[in-house]
């Protein structure tokens, strides 16, 4: 079973800048897509981005876009998300999720994605 494991979740002032991390355990996602979600307490599931196998195709929710970045690193197995000019409305888990599906089918439905990491935290307070 694949797994993925989100990092680099954390307390940041609002205006503030953060970047998270997610490598797979277990197996290797390098011709998957990936993606970003979130949820906010006693909110759904969000998509936030989504990236295709070899970086060149992205894709974003139309309120995040141009303050979060998505982007891989498939040599060291690793997909990125940063943020900036955070504010509090950005408070969520923060999930990385994997299709199944290969290549740049970027999708923006919670159950089309296949593997799921744990979340990493991020509160933008002061």
């Known amino acids: 079973q694949g797994q993925l494991v989100e990092s680099g979740g954390g307390l940041v002032q609002p205006g503030g800048s953060l970047r998270l991390s997610c490598a797979p355990s277990g197996r290797t996602f390098t011709l998957n897509v990936l993606g970003w979600f979130r949820q906010a307490p006693g909110k759904e599931r969000q998509f936030v981005a989504a990236?295709?196998?070899?970086?060149?195709?992205?894709r974003y929710s139309d309120s995040l876009q141009g303050r979060f970045t998505i982007s891989r690193d498939n040599p060291k197995n690793v997909m990125y998300l940063q943020m900036y000019n955070l504010n509090p409305g950005d408070t969520a888990v923060y999930y990385c999720a994997a299709r199944r599906a290969r290549f740049n089918d970027l999708t923006t439905e919670v159950d089309t994605y296949d593997y799921w990491g744990q979340g990493t935290q991020v509160t933008v307070s002061s």
């Open positions: 990236i295709g196998w070899n970086g060149a195709t992205t």
